[in-house]
């Protein structure tokens, strides 16, 4: 070796303080993971090169590519739930089935905790992410009016090991949450979002199925994660439906309206302050063009969703519509491939005035799907 290379090497060593590192690994490329119900008696993941749609012509019809990630199997008349907690999905079927976690980092497979048996008897369940490393669950409304709202909560956690000679390990592990939620018995929950402390979640309820013209009792609370503690903000809601997403560009909740298929930015609402916090409206719309089409599938509750994709400044608008030419009964099976699946990507900034708009040219792709379960609505993670 030459003089010149030991040099080189000594100093690299000395600068590294006596220990010479390997170069720094190259950083995984993020995916956009989609869930769908677009097999018989199964529901499949599919993963999506996001920047290779840019190449596509927006009137293209795509199909998924196969084979899909994943597939997990379940009769036909049963939902699955699927969450991400850190670098993992969760994928479960209520009651009482295990969780199968897909690692997306290793792409490997384990089996995780079902959900408590708390959580097993409402139709939906709201999942608010706390400091990456915490689920807290929730009933969107309970059908059993006599019991108190739960509240449960999912972390990686070390656990006793039945032979003391033996190193506790670590899993995945559901606890119930001291402080149930105050709201009434008879409310459901609107929308959610995160608060950018990583600590504090905020949840807007209503009264469910209220015939009254002005829609009822409703308001809005946090609850904040450290403390345990539930926080009355008001009887305002949160300007969108269910999950709101923390854009720091923006340094605001983003979220969707399904009443008038318009995105909207809202202020983080203050953790102290019973004041609604403003909002806006974007100005261009994203939605599918026809409000009678998106109208037909709200009604058998598929609904739009959206993906923040992290890091990237972009969000991700899904919509499940009917393909041109095919009817509702015609539509749903195998063999029907009766569904197009929209992917609007796009970005956000307010203008000079404050008003907000697209911030980069969206890109849009449309997928031919079968679709199975008549209100299971698409869900992506970027990760």
């Known amino acids: 070796m030459s003089s010149k290379r030991k040099r080189q090497d000594r100093d690299e060593y000395d ?18 993971y989609l869930m769908l119900d677009d097999r018989d008696n199964a529901y499949r993941m599919h993963k999506i090169d996001v920047d290779a749609l840019a190449d596509s012509e927006e009137d293209d019809m795509l199909l998924l590519p196969e084979p899909a990630l994943l597939q ?22 209520p009651p009482h089935t295990p969780a199968l976690v897909y690692d997306t980092d290793t792409g490997g497979l384990t089996v995780g905790p079902p959900l408590p048996n708390k959580l097993c008897g409402g139709p939906n369940i709201t ?12 009933y969107d409304y309970d059908t059993n009016y006599l019991n108190p709202h739960p509240m449960e909560a999912m972390s990686w956690e070390a656990v006793p090991c039945t032979e003391r000679h033996l190193p506790r390990v670590k899993e995945w592990t559901w606890k119930s949450v001291p402080s149930q939620p105050p709201y009434g018995r008879l ?22 199925f209220c015939s009254r013209s002005d829609g009822g009792n409703k308001g809005t609370f946090s609850f904040d994660t450290k403390h345990c503690e539930w926080r009355w903000h008001g009887d305002w809601m949160l300007p969108f439906e269910r999950q709101g997403y923390y854009d720091a560009e923006l340094d605001a909740w983003v979220g969707l309206r399904l009443t008038d298929g318009r995105v909207c930015a809202c202020r983080v609402a203050s953790r102290s302050s019973s004041a609604p916090p403003e909002w806006k409206l974007l100005q261009e719309k994203l939605f599918c063009k026809d409000p009678q089409e998106r109208q037909l599938m709200a009604l058998s509750g598929i ?36 569904c197009l699946l929209r992917l609007t990507i796009f970005g956000l900034k307010y203008d000079h005035q404050g008003e907000l708009h697209t911030s980069i040219h969206s890109t849009n792709a449309s997928y031919i ?11 992506a993670f970027w990760m």
């Open 187 to 208: 409310d459901e929950i609107v929308s959610y979002a995160v608060h950018p402390d990583q600590r504090t979640f905020f949840v807007s309820v209503k009264e469910a």
């Open 369 to 379: 799907v079968s679709k199975h379960n008549s209100s299971f609505s698409p869900v």
């Open 127 to 138: 999942m608010a992410m706390a400091d990456n490393k915490t689920m807290y669950a929730l």
């Open 15 to 32: 600068r590294c303080g006596g220990v010479k590192t390997a170069p720094a690994p190259e950083k995984r490329r993020k995916h956009l």
């Open 72 to 93: 997990f199997g379940t009769d036909r008349h049963s939902g699955m739930c699927f969450f991400a907690l850190g670098s993992s999905i969760f994928a479960t079927r």
């Open 303 to 338: 609904r739009p969703s959206l993906a923040y994709m992290q890091g990237s400044g972009r969000f991700c608008l899904l919509e499940c519509v009917l393909r041109e030419g095919v009817d509702w009964k015609h539509a749903f099976g195998d063999d029907a491939h009766g």
